[in-house]
């Protein structure tokens, strides 16, 4: 069982409409989580972290933590053609360490 | 500001070749990454710095790869030989350091294909 899970997808969604993304993941003691997207042939980018349970949001996006059943999810709302693309989600143990590990993402198809 | 800074972009070797990728992270940045990605999978960590000291390669295949990072700034990814296994994305990244937040910049990658 890998440490970071994630639906591979493709997930396909109208324009406009809400996607989310999930990622569940095996270490109890971890500490931080954070969102990459990643668009075909280019390095992944930092969306959003979240630390806390509950929801951070930020623009359209909103990162959802729930340590206790060991998931984060990641919802983008008013979904655009730009918004395709491979979304990572990756887990820190520990946050001062830095050391990432990485789902393998979901991928995000979202049609005029 | 200059972002991540990796060459070559791209590589075709033989196998049983060696190669070696290039790494300048963003300045002032004192945490280095080397994450491999392959096709369809997140990246993964092959080993981290803190300035010029390796804390983490328990990922890095030692018997083939090597890496450094003299005077903690740039770092080279070595593989020697490489064997066809070793197609994939190797991607520098940088994090200013513990307690930063923890944002992690990758670079542009260096795409690396075995033949």
């Known amino acids: 069982q890998k440490e970071v899970e994630q639906n591979s997808g493709p997930l396909s969604v109208p324009e406009g409409a809400i996607a989310s993304l999930n990622c569940t993941y095996s270490d109890r003691g971890s500490q931080s989580f954070f969102w990459y997207r990643q668009y075909s042939g280019k390095s992944p980018e930092l969306i959003m972290f979240?630390?806390?349970?509950g929801d951070k949001e930020d623009g359209r996006f909103t990162a959802q933590l729930n340590k206790a059943s060991q998931y984060v999810s990641l919802l983008i709302r008013d979904s655009q053609p730009s918004d395709s693309a491979t979304y990572l989600c990756a887990v820190n143990y520990n946050t001062n360490a830095g050391k990432s590990t990485f789902g393998d993402g979901t991928t995000l198809t979202v049609k005029p | 500001e200059a972002g991540v800074v990796q060459s070559p972009r791209y590589k075709i070797i033989e196998k049983k070749q060696p190669v070696a990728f290039w790494c300048n992270p963003i300045s002032g940045h004192n945490t280095l990454y080397w994450y491999r990605q392959n096709l369809g999978q997140g990246p993964e960590l092959l080993i981290r710095y803190e300035n010029e000291e390796a804390v983490d390669d328990s990922q890095l295949p030692k018997d083939r790869f090597s890496a450094e990072r003299l005077k903690g700034v740039d770092s080279t990814l070595k593989i020697q030989p490489a064997e066809l296994g070793d197609s994939a994305v190797y991607l520098c990244?940088?994090?200013?350091?513990?307690?930063?937040?923890?944002?992690?910049?990758f670079g542009e990658g260096s795409w690396l294909t075995v033949v």
């Open positions: 990244a940088s994090r200013q350091g513990p307690g930063s937040g923890n944002t992690i910049y």
């Open positions: 979240i630390y806390s349970n």
